[in-house]
C-alpha cells in the first residue's frame, strides 16, 4: 500500500494491482483457456476419482436408504433429526459466500471480486446441490415428498399445503436461491463461454459452446444488455445472501423447543453461513490457484481480504454464542437454562467445545499480518472453520432435540455408519462438480478482469 | 393474565432427582454429568446379515432411479368374493360379541370378532371377579391365535400325522397302560375337564408354573383345608404385604387390582384411603403403589413376619407363648426394618380390625412358615371371614401341589407311570434340572404332550397333540365356588388342533368311558347338572341362551358380599412355624430371587412379540431377563449399567447384563423366570436366559450365590432411559393430610390456569373428546399398552430397534422416582397423544398431514404423511411414533398367513415413512357416533371407549365428550385434583392428569 | 468475428430450441393424460357371470336393497350371496346356462369371483350406511345403474369429488379428515 503526496489534494491511495505479473488481454484469454483445451493434468485426474468413489459411496448409501427405509440413519423418535438436517444447513451455508461474492460486492463495485467471483458462485451452486438432496432424501416416502410439497392444483378438493410450515418455506426459498444464482452464474459465464467458444478447434467442442453460449456476438447492444441483465440479476440476487438462511434458521426458530425457538436464530444462520461460505472459497481458491497457477488473478491480497472477512464474521458467530447464553438465563425460563447449560456441560460437551475453538478462537489468529497472508496457514484455518461450522449445526440440532421437555424420552444421539457415508458422499459430489467445472469452463470471469486491468484504464483511475 | 408466575415458582423441587448419584452428592454428580451417556445406539453397521453381490446391484439400481414415480402402474383389478350362503349372524362391517372365559384365570372375556374372527378380548364387566379389568398376558392372546410358529397338526415320534391315527395310537395306548395312567396338567379350572378326568380314572396331578402351593398347605396347616382363600381388598383398610406382589404376578392380580385401585380413587363423597405397607426384598409392582415400602431381605422376612406377628397379637390380645420371644426391637435389629415401620404398621392393622389383610409370599424354606403367621395375623386381627373368605366362595385358580409332583416323579422313576399326559403346563423348561423330570420321562413308555409350539418338552414327547388356543374350542370354567362361565370358540380352528377337552372325548371309547360327542354337549350337559343342582327354574335352552349372552352363571352371587365363617386358627401351626424360623439358614452376602415378570410369568407366551415388547411395568426393559441389582451394592462394587455379571450356586451358573433398580435391598440380586426359552418360535426363541435350575422345589430364593463381574458389555434394551423429573411440572404428588386440607394440594404451586395464545382459538360446537387419568388408580400394569396396540395395528420392532430408541408403543407409562435414593416412591404416568387444541404439530407439518378436527382430536392421516417428522420434533411429550422399516412386511407382497386375521380392518395398516399416533381410538368413535346417529341421539359415555380404557382393571382412564355436562369426563375435568401436563408450554392439551395422593405423612423436608 | 455467421446456422439454432419446446410440451399433456382424475370413469370390467341390472332393477324393479342388503346396516355395502340369487332362479329361467353357472357355484358351495367395479384405495373407509341414512340414494353416486347391462363407474370417486359434496352446506357433512382416514 504506497502513498504518493499530490498537492493538498485529498490524499488518494494506491490501490494494489489486482492483476500482477504484466498481464495482457492477450495473456489473460490464454492463461484461463488453456486448461479448458488441453488433456487435463495427471493431478486432475487423481483428484477426479477420489472424489467420484467418495461420491459413489455416498449414492449406495443413499440407495440403502430409500430402498430400504430411514432406519439405516441413526435417528430415532427422540432425535427425528441428526446428520441430515446437519448437512442440509451445512451446505446451504456455503452457498452463501459466492451469492455474496457476486452480487453484493458487484453493488458495492468492489473490483476485488472479479478474480473469484465466477468460481464462488459456481461454488454456491453446487453447494446447492448437495444440499437439495436432504429436503428430499430425509423425508420418510420421497417419491410422494417430491410432488406433495409443492402447491399444485389436484382432484383431492385441491388440498394445498401447510403455509404455516417453515418446511414449505424452505421449499420456495432454497428453489428459489438455486434458480436465481444458476441464472446469475450462466449469464456471466456466456462472454467467457464465446471467448471459449471462439478459440476451440475440435468440432463437437465448438458445437457445444456455440449453443452454450447463446449467439454471443460481443457488439455493443449484446454488452448492453449482459450489464442491464447483471446488475439486475446481482440486485435480485443480494437479498437472497439474507432471506434463505433466515428462512433454514427458521426450521428451527419456529419450533417450540428449547434451544431452537430463539429469535437470534436468523441473524445467527446468516452471518454462519457467510462465515462457512468465505472458509471454502479460501480452501478452494488456495487449491485452484496452485493447480491452474492463477497466483497473479487470484492474488494474495484477494485472500487477505477473504481472510479479514473470515475473521469478522467468526467474531460476529462468537458474538451469537454468547447471546444465545445470555438470553437463556436471562429469560429465566428453566428448559431453556437446562438446554444451554446441558450443552455446554452435558454429554455433548465434546461437540460444543469443538465448535467454539474451530469457530472463534482459531481465526483468531488472522489479527496478524503474517498469518494472513501465509497460504498453507489460510488453508488449514478455514478448514478448521468449516468443520466447526458443521459442529455448530451438530450442536444446535442434536443438543436440543435429545434433551428437552420430558425427560423420560431423553436419548444420545450419534450418526449411523451410513450417515456418514452420505455426509462424505454430499463433499465427494461437491468436489466432483468443482473439478469437473474447472475442467469445462474458465474458473476465472475473463471479461470482468479485463475490465478492470490498467491497460484498458488508460487514465489510471 | 400475570407473567411474573415464572419467577415466583420455587427453586426447582429436589426431591426428584436424576439418578442416584445426583441424590447423594449433587455437586460430585455435576463433574459427571459430561461423561454420562445413558444408552448409545451400537454403531449401526451397513448391512444387517452382509451386502451380498446381487444386493450390491440392485441397491446401485435403486440409487440411480431415486425418485420413482409412484403413479404410474394401472390401477390392478379388484374382486369381491361374496359367501355362498350367508351366515346369518355375520353382516361384513359390523363386529359380533360373544362373552367368554380366560381357561387359565377364569376371568370373564367378552371377544369382538369380524368377519367370523375374533380381533381384540377384553375383560366382562359384568363378570364379579375382574369387572371388565384384564392383564396384559390376557389382552394380547389374540396375537397367540394367530401365531405362524403354532403347531398345524398332531406329532407322532416327531413326524407329523393326523388326528386319526393320532387318536388311534393313543387310545390304544391308553387301553393298554389302565391303572398306570397319569395326567399332568396346570391347575384346570374346567369343571366338564374335571368330570371327564375322573371317569378316565387316572392319577391327575396339578401343578402351577407361578407356584402358589406355600400359600395351600400354610391354609392346611392354620385351618385343615388345603384352599386358596378369595382375598377382599375391597374390605381392606389397611393391607400389608411381605414380599406377596399381589397387583404384579401373586395370586388373582385382576381382580386384586381392580377392587385395590376402587379404594384409591377420591372425590367429594369419598375422601379416604386404603393403606399398603410393603416390606419386600426386590422392587416389585406392589412395592412401586405401596404408601410405605420398606426394604428386606427374603431371608429375614420370617422373622420380620414374627416380629410383627408378635406386635398384632400383643395389640390384639392374641398373645401367645410361642411369639413370646419375638417383638418388633428384635426384628428391626436382626433384620435391619427400623422398628417404628413394624410398629407402624402393626398399629394400623390393630386400629382396622376386621377390615384389614395381611398378605405374605415366602421366597426360602420359610414359605409355609410364613404363610402360617400370616393367617395367624388375620385371624387374630378377626379379618377371618370378612376380608379372607373361604367358605363362600374360596378360588379354584391355584391347585397345584408340588409335593404329588414329587410323587410322580418317582413313579416315572420305579416304571409304574406307562401312559403319562401333560397339558398346559411345560415340565422340561419350568422345573429344575436337579428334580430329574426329563430323565424320568425318558422311563415313561408313552408321553402324549399338549403343545402350541413345538417346545422343550415336545422335543422328548413321543405323542405331540397340537394345541387349539382357547379361542377355538368350547370349555367352562369355575374360577371361584358357586361361579361359572362358558368358553365360546369365535373361530374355526386355524389348524388341525384339539383343545384336551376334544381330545379325552375322541379317547373315551378306546378307554371305555361314555362322554358325549363333541365339546359343545360335554359343556351343556355339566350346565345341566348345575342347573338342576343350583335350582335354576328357567328351560335350558333359555338358559343356556342366557349364559352365551351374559357369560356368567353365579348362584352364588348374592351371598358373595355377606360374612363368610371364620376359621379357628390351630395353635400348633404356629409352633411348627416358630421352630422352622430358627431352622433357617444364614444369610449369605448375596442371595439371588428368581421373580415372575409381568409380561412372560412362566414364558408360555415368549413368541408373543407385544408381550415380548411390552416395557416391565418395573424397570421398562424389554426383549429379554436381567440382573436387578441394588444401588448400594452397583456402587460397593463398581458396577456399572450394562455391565454382564456371573452368577454361581451350586454348580449351575449364568451371565445376564445388570440393571441398577433402586429400592432394592442391599445383598439380593433379582432376575425373571420364563426367558431363555428353546422352541420353534420366530420370536421368543433363545431370548434372554433360563433361570429354573436355579429353583428348588417351590424356593424362588437361592441363599447363597457368586457373584463375578465378566468385564463383557452388552446394553439392556430400555424404553425409559431417563428416571428423574428434573423437577420439571409434568406430575404431581401430594399425601392425604394435605389433600383434605386442600383438594388442590401438589398442583396449586404450578399456575394451573391456562396461560394466553396468539393463535385463535379452535370452538367445539359439537363433540369435544377428552380424557383424564387418575394417577392414584394407575398402578403402571401396563395392560393398557397392549389392549392399545391389538386395537391399532401397532407392531412391534424387534430389540435392537428398541435399543436405537424407535419403539412403536402409541401409550407409554413413564415412570418417576422420588424421596430418598434407597427406597423411593414411584409415580407412574400414562402419557399418550395429548390432542392439544394448540396442537405444535400441526403448525409445521408442511403436507398438512396433521389437522385438528372440529371434535378435538389432532388427526395423524396416514396416507398423507411423507416423513419430514418435523412434528415429533415439535410435540413436548414425544408422543409419535415413525415407522423407520416396513413393520407391517412388505406392503405389495401379502403378510404370512394367518398374520393378517389378527388386524383390526378399521384401522390403516402403517407403511414405511409415515408417522402415527394415538388417535383416541378414533375408529371406535365413528362406530360409536355412527350407532348414535342411527339410534338417533347423541353418542354417551357407553358409545366410545377406548382400547386403553376398556383394558384398564383399575378404571383409571376415562374418556368421553367434554361438550356433554352429564358425561363422567366433564366431571372430572375440574376435579380440584386436576392438571395439565407441562402446562406453561401451552400447547393446551386435551388429557388431564389427577395427582397421585399418597397416604402417608407428608414429609418434613418437602416444600410445599 | 461472431457477426459474420450466416444466418444458415442461426437459423438451425431457433430449430433446436423449437424442437426442444414441443417436445416437453407433448411429454407433460401424455403424462395428464395418463394420471388424469377421474381415469376410473367409464370402468366397466367383465364380470365372471354377466349380471344385468338393467333387467333386473331396470325391467323388474327389483329394489337394490333387496341383493344389497347390507347396505343401511353397515358401512360395507355386501354383494349378495349366490344363496339371494338362488331364491329366484331356483324355478325362473333353469335352463339358462349363466343360471346353471350361478346354480353350480350354489351346489358346489364355491363363490363367485365377482370383479369390483368401483374401487377405493385401502386408506379410505367409506361408510354407505351414513349416506342411505342421510337419504342419499345410490344413483348420486353409482349413476343409474338401472339401464346398464354392465355395471360402469359413472363418477371419479376421487376425493376431490366426495369433498365437493361433503362442503355443501345443506347436507351438512363433516368435513374431518378422520371422517374417511383413520
Known sequence: ?????????????????????????????????????SFPTQRWYIAITISSLVLLMGLTAWGITIWDGLGHWGIQNTNAWGADIINFVFWIGIGHAGTLISAVLYLFRQNWRTGINRSAEAMTIFAVICALMYPLGHTGRPWLACYWLLPYPNNMGSLWVNFRSPLLWDVFAVSTYFTISAVFWFIGLIPDIATVRDRAVHPVRKAIYTVLSFGWKGGGRHWHHYEKAYGLLAGLSAPLVLSVHTIVSFDFAVSNLPGWHTTIFPPYFVIGAIFSGFAMVVTLMVIAREVFNLKNYITINHLEAMNKITMCTGMLVGLAYATEFFIAWYSGNPYERYVFLNRAFGPYAWAYWTMITCNTLIPQIFWFKKFRRNVPMMFIVSVFVNIGMWFERFVIVVTSLHRDFLPSRWMYYLPSTTDWFITLGSFGLFFTLFLLFCRFLPVVAMAEVKSIMPIGDKHGH | MSHEHNENKPVTNQRFWMTLDQKEAPEAFAKTIPGEFTSSPIREGLEKDGLDRRDFLKVMGASAMMASLAGCTRRPVHKIVPYVTNPEEIIPGVPNFYASACPQTGYGLVLRTREGRPIKVDGNSDHPMNRGGLGARGQAAVHDLYDPDRLRAPKIGGVDSDWKTFDAAVGQALASSKGSTYLLTSSILSPTTLALINKYNVKHVMVDSIAMNNVLDGQAQSYGSRVFPRFRLDRADVIVSIGADFLGTWGSVVEYEGQFSAARKLNEKKNTLNKLFVFEGEMSLTGQNADERTAVHPADQMILGLGLAAEVARLTGHSSAELSGFSAAMAAEKTGVPAEKIHAAAEALAKAKGRSLVLADGKGKDGVALQVLANFMNSSLGNEGETVDASIAPS????????????????????????????????????????????????????????????????????????????????????????????????????????????????????????????????????????????????????WDDLLMSGVFAPGAKARDNKASARSFKGEALKAAVAVAKTLPAKAPFSLLLTSSIAMADGSQANNALLQELPDPVSKNVWGNYLAVSSIDAKAKGWEEGDVLAVEADGNRFELPLYIQPGMKAGVVAAHLGYGRVFNGRNGNG??????????????????????????????????????????????????????????????????????????????????????????????????????????????????????????????????????????????????CQHCDNAPCETVCPVLATVHSSEGLNQMIYNRCVGTKYCSNNCPYKVRRFNWYNNNGDMNSLMEHPLALSKNPEVTLRSRGVMEKCTFCVQRIEYGKSEAKTAGRRANDEDVKTACQEACAADAIVFGDVNNPESKVSKLKNSPRGFLSLNEVNARPAVTYLTKVRNRAPEKTEKA | MAEHRNSQEQKKEKKIIVASFVLTVLTIVAFGI????????????????????????????????????????????????????????????????????????????????????????????????????????????????????????????????????????QYQAPLNCNTCHR
Open chain 1, 1 to 37: 500500500m504506497s502513498m504518493t503526496m499530490t498537492d493538498g489534494a485529498a490524499v488518494q491511495l494506491e490501490r494494489p494491482a489486482l492483476v500482477t505479473g504484466g498481464k495482457t488481454y492477450a495473456d489473460v484469454t490464454r492463461d484461463i483457456c488453456t486448461p479448458l483445451e
Open chain 2, 396 to 543: 379354584n385358580q391355584f391347585r397345584g401341589s408340588n409335593a404329588e409332583l414329587v410323587k410322580l416323579i418317582a413313579a416315572m422313576n420305579a416304571g409304574t407311570v406307562k401312559t403319562l399326559i401333560i397339558q398346559g403346563f411345560n415340565p422340561v423348561y419350568v422345573l429344575p434340572e436337579k428334580m430329574g423330570f426329563k430323565a424320568a420321562l425318558a422311563k415313561v413308555a408313552n408321553v402324549v404332550y399338549f403343545a402350541s409350539h413345538a417346545n422343550e418338552t415336545s422335543a422328548v414327547a413321543k405323542f405331540v397333540a397340537a394345541e387349539s388356543h382357547s379361542f377355538e374350542d368350547w370349555s367352562d370354567v369355575n374360577p371361584q365356588k358357586d361361579l361359572y362361565s362358558v368358553v365360546q370358540p369365535t373361530i374355526q380352528p386355524l389348524w388341525k388342533t384339539k383343545s384336551l377337552l376334544g381330545a379325552l372325548l375322541d379317547w373315551a371309547p378306546a378307554v371305555g368311558v361314555k362322554a358325549p360327542a363333541n365339546t359343545n354337549d360335554a359343556v351343556k350337559a355339566t350346565f345341566q347338572e348345575l342347573t338342576k343342582k343350583h335350582g335354576v327354574s328357567q328351560k335350558f335352552q333359555d338358559f
Open chain 2, 687 to 832: 431370548v434372554g436366559v433360563r433361570l429354573a435350575n436355579f429353583l428348588a422345589g417351590d424356593q424362588t430364593l437361592v441363599s447363597d450365590v457368586k457373584i463375578t463381574k465378566t468385564g463383557a458389555k452388552s446394553p439392556v434394551a430400555c424404553t425409559q432411559r431417563h428416571h428423574s423429573l428434573e423437577g420439571r411440572d409434568i406430575i404431581f404428588d401430594t399425601t392425604l393430610e394435605e389433600y383434605k386440607k386442600n383438594p388442590s394440594a401438589g398442583v396449586e404451586h404450578s399456575d394451573n390456569e391456562v396461560p394466553p395464545t396468539i393463535w385463535s382459538e379452535h370452538e367445539y360446537l359439537g363433540y369435544k373428546w377428552g380424557m383424564v387419568i387418575d394417577l392414584n388408580a394407575c398402578t403402571g400394569c401396563s395392560a393398557c399398552v397392549i389392549a392399545c396396540s391389538v386395537e391399532n395395528n401397532v407392531p412391534a420392532v424387534g430389540k435392537d430397534q428398541v435399543l436405537k430408541g424407535r419403539e412403536m408403543h402409541w401409550l407409554r407409562l413413564d415412570r418417576y422416582y422420588s424421596g430418598e435414593a434407597e427406597n423411593p416412591e414411584t409415580t407412574s404416568q400414562a402419557m399418550l
Open chain 3, 34 to 169: 395418463f394420471l388424469m382424475p377421474g381415469r376410473g370413469i367409464g370402468y366397466s370390467p367383465k364380470q365372471p357371470i354377466p349380471f344385468p341390472h338393467d333387467l333386473h332393477a331396470g325391467k323388474r324393479k327389483i329394489q337394490c336393497l333387496y341383493c344389497h342388503s347390507n347396505v343401511d346396516k353397515s358401512s360395507f355395502s355386501n354383494i349378495p350371496s349366490t344363496a339371494v340369487c338362488m331364491n329366484c332362479h331356483r324355478v325362473v329361467k333353469t335352463d339358462s346356462p349363466l343360471i346353471q353357472q350361478v346354480a353350480k357355484s350354489y351346489e358346489t358351495n364355491t363363490p363367485i369371483q365377482w370383479v369390483q367395479v368401483h374401487v377405493l384405495p385401502d386408506f379410505v373407509y367409506f361408510n354407505h350406511q351414513r349416506h342411505i341414512q342421510k337419504g342419499v340414494s345410490c344413483d348420486t353416486c353409482h349413476g343409474n345403474v338401472a339401464n346398464m347391462a354392465q355395471v360402469e363407474q359413472v363418477s371419479s370417486l376421487s376425493m376431490g369429488w366426495c369433498v365437493n359434496c361433503h362442503r355443501q352446506p
